[in-house]
């Protein structure tokens, strides 16, 4: 408790800004699915068949796995929240529109026909009669989406729409229980006040329910339109990936920048996704900058000409990287820091000494004791398990998960062989082994700014503040900031500005 305590005064400012986050999507979706199940399900009471269709439909879009919908949605609409949103509305409409739909088509026939009776049109007939009787069960139905939504926009961080699953993924980042506990308990709060909102709704008049339902449709809208005006301000946003590494090196880019150009507004959006997430994001002008490394360029993100290998040189490695990032996609490629944080095969010590483990080609004589936990990016890669396969020989008993996890399960004894980087703090925290890659599958993996050639032309005081950290943070002082940030709890930020000053890259403040 005294850790969630503490998280809690340390990150209030992210907390109430992820709590926006999470009802501005919430809310939006909602809104969408009302507007578009509600109306649906009137225009079908006479139509049984075409209902029973209609319902089919929501249902099947309700059973395809969340992951698996907003991966379809990038490649059409992008990262952020225009995916998020859509998914969500998708979710939302099967219980809204069969809610209402069962409300309407429930009420006793002899009160139609009484309205009938009474010479009411079928306008006056749905506002007077059937949607006041079928209110109860149209609430209810949108209580069980706004549910639905709230608990699935936890997903939204996933894909840089932000929300309260930023603090669930942090917290699983960096084994910080304090973290997850504070945005999964938020985001289950929320839930709980807003379906009480709603359940007050259900007991005023239907005039002032759809007054609050008005509110609802200009502040969601409002509030994104406002945010896209902000967002077409004059900006440089700045995004990293999971992890705290990312995290340390935006900071660094963000306090860079606003020293050497003070009138520029920089925007961080730190544990934006991964990979292909961030570079769709750049893409598509969505971000300005972001750090990628030079290994991960040359083996997912050009494609090498016909002969071409990846050199076991770190600064060919670079200028190739550079020099195809240029040519085929118009990226910037700024100059590359010291560290080389590539991919490293750990054991516990303990399994070291028992079986005499020193480099990687050591592990063909134990193949079949090895139990392995992956990440799933390195399980189909090249240069992970593919490469130990085709360079080194080695298959073994493997399974995925998600990349916080493998530490815990090396720990646990789930596993006894993991992959992870080589500046990664856990391999000291738990101190483990970072067997030698004596055959040199792994290119090298040094991290640099991405940004467009058109970003990198119209800012070009940006990419000199950021060529600064050339040559700059060796193996253990970046392995030792990623320690100070996940062990000992430091923020990225402090971290960051404390390694500037001590090099004087930042002037003291």
């Not at 009160?111 to 949607?131: I, P, T």
């Not at 005023?204 to 329910?209: A, F, M, N, W």
């Not at 991964?274 to 972001?290: E, G, M, P, R, V």
Request: hydrophobic share 45%; glycine share 6%.
């Amino acid at each position: 408790m005294a850790d969630i305590g503490q998280t809690l005064i340390e990150r209030r400012t992210d907390l109430i800004q992820a709590l926006l986050q999470h009802i501005q999507i919430s809310l939006l979706s909602l809104v969408i699915a009302m507007l578009i199940a509600i109306p649906l399900a009137i225009a079908v009471t006479n139509h049984q068949k075409l209902a029973e269709f209609f319902l089919q439909i929501a249902g099947v879009l309700q059973t395809i796995p969340s992951l698996a919908l907003l991966g379809l949605l990038i490649p059409i609409v992008g990262i952020g929240n225009v995916p998020a949103t859509i998914a969500l509305v998708i979710y939302a409409i099967l219980p809204i529109f069969q809610n209402t739909y069962l409300g309407i088509t429930n009420i006793e026939p002899s009160l139609k026909e009484a309205a009938e009776a009474f010479g009411m049109s079928r306008w006056q007939k749905l506002f007077r009669v059937e949607l006041p009787l079928a209110m109860p069960e149209i609430i209810a139905g949108v209580r069980n989406a706004l549910v639905l939504i709230i608990g699935t926009a936890t997903l939204a961080a996933l894909i840089g729409a932000g929300g309260l699953g930023t603090f669930i993924l942090l917290g699983i980042n960096r084994n910080n229980t304090a973290l997850t506990l504070i945005g999964a308990i938020s985001a289950a709060l929320l839930a709980i006040v807003f379906s009480w909102l709603i359940n007050v709704l259900q007991r005023v008049k239907l005039r002032y329910s759809l007054t609050a339902l008005a509110l609802i449709v200009v502040g969601s809208f409002g509030y994104t339109g406002y945010q896209a005006y902000q967002a077409a301000q004059p900006t440089i946003t700045i995004a990293g990936k999971l992890g705290s590494e990312p995290d340390i090196l935006i900071n660094m880019y963000r306090d860079l920048i606003k020293q050497d150009s003070p009138r520029t507004k920089v925007v961080l959006k730190s544990n934006f996704g991964q990979t292909s997430f961030l570079l769709n994001a750049l893409k598509s002008d969505q971000i300005d900058i972001y750090p990628e490394f030079t290994g991960t360029v040359l083996e997912g993100l050009v494609k090498l000409p016909t002969g071409q290998t990846v050199p076991h040189s770190a600064a060919k490695t670079y200028q190739l990287s550079a020099k195809l990032l240029q040519q085929q996609a118009n990226l910037a490629y700024l100059k590359p820091m010291a560290y080389n944080n590539t991919y490293a095969i750990i054991v516990t010590k303990q399994f070291a000494r028992q079986y005499d483990l020193k480099s990687i080609s050591d592990l063909t004589k134990i193949a079949n004791k090895i139990n392995a936990g992956f990440d799933l990016e390195f399980s189909d890669r090249q240069d992970g398990y593919k490469g130990l396969q085709k360079t080194y020989g080695l298959t073994f008993k493997t399974k995925t998960m998600d990349p916080s996890l493998r530490y815990e399960a090396i720990q646990r004894g789930s596993v006894n062989l993991i992959d992870g980087y080589s500046t990664d703090s856990e391999i000291r925290r738990y101190n483990l082994v970072a067997l030698k890659d004596d055959r040199q599958l792994f290119p090298y993996y040094q991290g640099a700014p991405l940004m467009r050639a058109a970003t990198a032309k119209k800012y070009p005081q940006v990419v000199k503040s950021l060529n600064k950290l050339h040559g700059q943070i060796t193996d253990v002082q970046m392995r030792q900031m990623n320690y100070e940030v996940n062990v000992e709890k430091k923020s990225a930020a402090t971290v960051a500005k404390h390694y500037l000053l001590k090099h004087h890259l930042l002037r003291g403040q």
